[in-house]
């Protein structure tokens, strides 16, 4: 058997990359038996078929290091997050809630500034010290900028990286920067599929020349904190993690509790006070979902 990984699921096809060549197969039917879906990133390994050498069947699908729900991806290492640093001006509260998605889904996150070249060393410092203390790796990228672009090459090489944000903040300007034959490659995969050119209907992985595969997909865009308890947001913030210890209150939620080390922590710009804001921002809005109303 061959070995190689799911870089698209369409229709039951599933498209593999053996390393060499990209092999369409299709599933066998004990996984519909065991209720297993084949998931785009899944490491699998595959029969080609006595018919066809182009055509095989996955027969084993190994073991996932952790599955994401939306987009169906599987294996992913780490979560790009890109905004603009203007044009559009980025919204902090969304940002906060795509750090939250990667820190439920045990994805590294790392945090993208695109079009750095409309900005100057201030800004940048002024971003930066947003996430003071959060531990989170910020990056500054633009097409225009080589070295830049090098930087981010040292990121994504050798592993499987989901691309997220708004759009009009210059993801694909950005992927066709790292690597320009994103496009062609793309087109070899819709030639089989008959279905035009990369949709994000569907999660697709790029294959990176220099070694490590890219998800272009919308789905971590959107974001709800339907699972988020009010008592749990705080883990999902490493600087409030780091300083919640002092708290005299056990239970403390940050937010109206006296003598509360985290707003001492705002105070002295140990936290930021964007991230707090939007802390309690998000707070409320978790409090107000879960309010029960007598009928």
Do not use: W
Request: aromatic residues 8%; contains cysteine; glycine residues 6%.
């Amino acid at each position: 058997m061959i070995e190689g990984i799911i870089v698209r699921g369409v229709g039951g096809n599933y498209y593999v990359d053996t390393g060499k060549e990209i092999i369409e197969c299709r599933a066998r039917g004990l996984f519909r038996v065991q209720n297993i879906k084949p998931l785009v990133g899944d490491n699998v390994l595959i029969r080609i078929t006595s018919e066809n050498e182009n055509t095989g069947y996955i027969e084993e699908i190994k073991e996932r290091t952790n599955e994401i729900k939306r987009p169906s991806v599987a294996n992913v290492e780490q979560l790009l997050i890109f905004f603009a640093v203007t044009n559009p001006e980025p919204s902090f509260l969304l940002l906060d809630k795509l750090l939250i998605a990667s820190e439920i889904n045990k994805l590294k996150p790392i945090i993208c500034f695109n079009k750095s070249d409309l900005c100057d060393e201030e800004m940048k410092s002024k971003l930066s010290d947003i996430f003071v203390n959060t531990g989170y790796k910020v990056l500054f990228t633009s097409k225009n900028d080589e070295a830049s672009i090098e930087k981010l090459k040292n990121v994504l090489k050798d592993k499987l990286s989901v691309f997220s944000g708004p759009s009009g903040v210059g993801k694909s300007s950005i992927m066709n920067a790292v690597q320009p034959e994103f496009e062609l490659k793309t087109g070899d995969i819709s030639e089989k599929l008959k279905r035009g050119k990369h949709t994000t209907r569907h999660a697709e992985i790029y294959k990176l020349s220099f070694g490590g595969y890219v998800v272009d997909t919308p789905g971590f865009s959107s974001f709800d904190l339907e699972s988020v308890d009010q008592y749990e947001l705080s883990e999902y913030y490493p600087e409030i993690q780091k300083f919640d210890e002092g708290c005299r209150f056990h239970d403390c939620l940050h937010r109206m509790e006296p003598g509360c080390v985290i707003k001492e922590a705002v105070s002295n710009r140990l936290i930021s006070k964007t991230r707090y804001e939007n802390y309690t921002k998000l707070l409320e809005e978790i409090i107000n979902t879960k309010k029960v109303y007598p009928k």
